[in-house]
């Protein structure tokens, strides 16, 4: 039951960074960084956790935002608040 929540959490931002950064090639798995993405900049990362944060209804701190390494990470993160 978790790995079906982390893989839908993972197909939800896939699709936010997706809609965001105007590509529908874009896939995302649990080890990408921003770097690994073409056009995911500082500007556009704050658009991409904006989005999350309305979608799941959940606000992520400055200092959360900064242990984000990877998607993994971010999964990790909603879940948790989801939860």
Same mark, same amino acid.
């Given at each position: 039951?978790?790995?079906?929540? &982390? &893989?839908?959490? =993972?197909?939800?931002? &896939? &699709? %936010?960074?997706?809609?965001? =950064?105007?590509?529908?090639?874009? !896939?995302?798995?649990?080890?990408?960084?921003?770097?690994?993405?073409?056009?995911? +900049?500082?500007l556009t990362?704050m =658009?991409?956790?904006? $989005? !999350? $944060?309305?979608?799941y209804?959940?606000?992520?701190?400055?200092?959360?935002?900064?242990? %984000?390494?990877? !998607?993994? +990470? =971010? !999964?990790?993160?909603?879940?948790?608040?989801?939860?």
């Amino acid at each position: 039951m978790k790995m079906e929540k &982390q &893989q839908e959490i =993972l197909m939800c931002i &896939q &699709q %936010v960074v997706r809609e965001i =950064l105007k590509n529908d090639s874009i !896939v995302l798995d649990y080890g990408t960084t921003s770097s690994d993405v073409k056009g995911w +900049d500082s500007l556009t990362h704050m =658009l991409i956790m904006a $989005e !999350v $944060e309305k979608r799941y209804g959940i606000r992520i701190s400055f200092r959360e935002l900064m242990k %984000v390494g990877n !998607v993994g +990470d =971010l !999964v990790s993160m909603v879940e948790k608040k989801v939860n």
